[in-house]
């Protein structure tokens, strides 16, 4: 934590803006939008670059949500964590859209959208809450090295301090709409916001959106990270990442290995036992050595 916040204060952010804010909450469409993006030319901050590239910058949102609860400013550590990146997308940055958005005056700010029953069935397998296994391994694992990419307090700033475990259906659907509606609402000039249904618009309105002209794929839209993507590529990676850090399943492996170590030893010198026990009835003709002795003092 020393570091991050040293690396907050005495390192210079980079000049360069975001470009594309994207607004749209995770389940939406973030991952497709992100590969869209990036084959557009943008360099896009997703959740999987948490996972994947940038596991420390979870101990850095989490700073961030814990300044926001303190009223502390935001906006450095906020372009400290994005200055490599043109385009954003995707939790956790859906979480601070409004405040990047003042970072970054020119930005263009998207919201992809999404029917919100059908949205909560998907975040409600995936993302929202954090899976029981999930949680039992994150406290298994050193505390050092969490292995949950969202904090706890991120949650916090998404559905209101506190809420997380004690939250309804049907209250989180209306957060869902909420941010719907604030992103409707926020003074910024029409051409500086769009609302995306990923997957059915297609490329046209992400291209006319951007200026790009006559640049636009002629390619499919990309359609990544469903369900079943999700749990192999995002779930099961942090599975076993828990898996390998944990140090009491750790020393459940270590214990099980040393009982076969063990078990192997026993069953070797039961062996060697048993040769032994052949050789001498060999040298004896068969006799045990007992009757061998008796026959000598004759």
């Not at 940055?93 to 990047?100: F, I, K, N």
């Not at 939250?167 to 209306?174: A, D, K, L, S």
């Not at 078990?263 to 052949?278: F, G, H, I, V």
Request: glycine share 6%.
């Amino acid at each position: 934590m020393l570091l991050i916040l040293l690396s907050i204060l005495f390192l210079s952010p980079s000049s360069a803006e975001l470009a594309v804010i994207g607004a749209g909450w995770g389940r939406t469409g973030t991952m497709s939008l992100k590969v869209a993006l990036d084959k557009l030319g943008y360099k896009t901050y997703h959740m999987v670059e948490v996972i994947e590239r940038n596991p420390h910058h979870k101990a850095m949102w989490t700073e961030a949500s814990r300044r926001h609860v303190k009223g502390e400013p935001v906006g450095e550590i906020l372009s400290k964590i994005l200055e490599n990146y043109t385009a954003a997308v995707d939790f956790p940055v859906a979480a601070w859209w409004r405040e990047l958005s003042e970072l970054n005056p020119r930005a263009k700010l998207i919201l992809s959208v999404r029917e919100p029953e059908r949205w909560y069935e998907s975040a409600s397998q995936t993302i929202l809450p954090d899976p029981w296994l999930l949680r039992m391994l994150d406290t298994l694992s050193d505390v050092h090295d969490p292995v949950l990419p969202v904090p706890d307090a991120f949650w916090d700033r998404v559905l209101g301090e506190g809420r997380r475990n004690n939250i309804t259906r049907e209250e989180i659907i209306e957060e869902f709409n909420k941010n719907v509606r604030e992103f409707r609402d926020f003074k910024l000039p029409d051409e500086q916001k769009l609302e995306l249904k990923v997957g059915k618009d297609g490329w046209a309105p992400l291209c006319k959106f951007l200026e790009l002209g006559d640049k636009c794929p002629t390619e499919p839209f990309p359609r990544v990270n469903d369900r079943t993507d999700f749990k192999y590529k995002i779930i099961l990676p942090i599975v076993i990442r828990a898996v390998t850090t944990s140090k009491i399943l750790l020393s459940v492996v270590l214990l099980g290995l040393a009982s076969v170590l063990y078990a192997l030893r026993c069953l070797t010198r039961k062996m060697l036992r048993r040769r032994e026990r052949k050789s001498e009835t060999e040298v004896t003709g068969g006799l045990p050595p007992s009757c061998l002795l008796a026959l000598v003092r004759e």
